[in-house]
């Protein structure tokens, strides 16, 4: 959240100007311009970056079935104690485990112990949600004694078939990529700056990701009812360790 903060005020410090809570209905393309419509208002521009992920709706034929979205979760304590700190990843690595809905932690810049898993929690005040990040810290670090959560978020990760990322560039003026796989920060940041460069006149072969059409994911119901099983299980198989 800092992060994208930060890149928004980048963004801003330029000149961009941001409308959060505005989600674009329709591209149209007339006269070689493209009108981006919102139902508060349109902007006419050249070009276009679709740049919506995980979140892809149906803005553009094809997007939203070319990801598998996998929902992700985390967790995190109140700041620990330095004693405690010396114990419990000293040297301030992450770790995740090799499981398939694997359990990631790391400390936050404030001390807090933030550990997460992969899936869609269920809705509501659920016993085996509230108690997993407890059995999980338990599980991890035994010592580490009984923690408060302070703070839980979640969201949606853009999977592909190939858990490879795309580029696109489905009509003149529009580019796009996705399917970050959850491991968007990084080149998610790399490749906006290209996409930036792109929309000014690079050449589309001097992106590092090649242009490829636009294609569903194969099975992708079956892939998202496997995937949202296979986390649950886990996260259920956990209750008993
Ligand atoms: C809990 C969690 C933990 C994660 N941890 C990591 C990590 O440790 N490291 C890592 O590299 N990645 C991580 N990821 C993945 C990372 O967050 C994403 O890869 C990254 O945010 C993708 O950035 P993005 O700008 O492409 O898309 P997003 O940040 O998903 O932004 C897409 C935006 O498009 C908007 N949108 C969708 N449709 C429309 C529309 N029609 N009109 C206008 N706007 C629209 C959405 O509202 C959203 O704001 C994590 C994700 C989650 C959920």
């Known amino acids: 959240m800092s992060y994208a903060r930060g890149l928004a005020t980048a963004a801003v ?12 209905t329709k591209l149209e393309n007339a006269g070689g311009k493209w009108t981006v419509k919102t139902a508060t208002g349109t902007v006419t521009a050249d070009k276009v970056i679709v740049a919506t992920n995980a979140y892809s709706d149906d803005l553009w034929p094809g997007m939203k079935q070319e990801i598998i979205p996998v929902g992700c979760y985390m967790y995190a304590t109140e700041p620990l104690g330095e004693n405690v700190r010396k ?27 933030v550990v997460g898993s992969l899936g869609y929690l269920p809705p509501g005040d659920v016993a085996a949600a509230r108690t997993w990040p407890h ?5 991890l670090f035994p010592h580490l004694g009984e923690q408060k959560m302070s703070f839980k ?21 529009i580019s796009m ?10 080149p998610g940041t790399y490749w906006g700056q290209m996409l930036a460069k792109r929309a000014m006149g ?11 059409p636009i294609k569903p994911a194969r099975m992708r119901s079956m892939w998202m009812f496997f995937y949202e ?13």
Request: aromatic share 12%; charged share 20%.
């Open 13 to 24: 410090k330029a000149g961009a100007v941001i409308h959060e809570h505005t989600p674009v």
């Open 87 to 113: 114990t419990i990843l000293p040297s301030l690595h992450p770790i995740y485990d090799t499981q398939p809905a694997m359990v990631f932690t790391r400390y936050d810049r404030d001390h807090r112990l």
């Open 135 to 139: 059995r999980t810290l338990r599980y």
């Open 153 to 173: 978020w979640a969201g949606t990760l853009g999977f592909t078939s190939d858990a490879i990322p795309r580029f696109h560039e489905p009509a003149p003026g």
């Open 177 to 186: 990529t996705l399917g970050y796989n959850g491991r968007g920060i990084a």
């Open 202 to 212: 690079m050449a589309a072969s001097e992106f590092p990701l090649p242009v490829t």
């Open 229 to 241: 099983s296979a986390f649950s299980a886990y996260r259920l198989k956990s209750l008993f360790k």
